[in-house]
């Protein structure tokens, strides 16, 4: 599936349907990509490849629900990984 498609000359968004699938496009990897290193260059991770595993899934979960901007991504996915409670309740569940 491509992150958008042709109607009329005009580009429309992929519906949320297909974004929940878990298949993305290259536009997709991107936004979550960029998502990603604004998280991790504004909180330096306090665990290193863990925290960077559950803030990439966090990431991905997110983006699945609906959040696709990069920045609001990053800054959400960031608030919830540095959350304790988050963190013992999802830390094997999000995907």
């Known amino acids: 599936h491509s992150r958008e498609k042709r109607v009329k000359g005009r580009h429309m968004p992929r519906k949320h349907e297909e974004i929940r699938s878990g298949v993305f496009a290259p536009q997709d990897i991107e936004a979550m990509r960029a998502a990603f290193l604004l998280a991790a260059t504004e909180n330096t991770p306090a665990d290193g490849q863990e925290d960077g595993e559950l803030l990439a899934r966090a990431i991905i979960r997110l983006y699945k ?31």
Do not use: I, Q
């Open 65 to 95: 629900m609906g959040l696709l901007e990069p920045r609001k991504l990053g800054a959400v996915a960031a608030l919830m990984t540095s959350s304790n409670l988050f963190r013992a309740a999802h830390l094997d569940k999000v995907s």
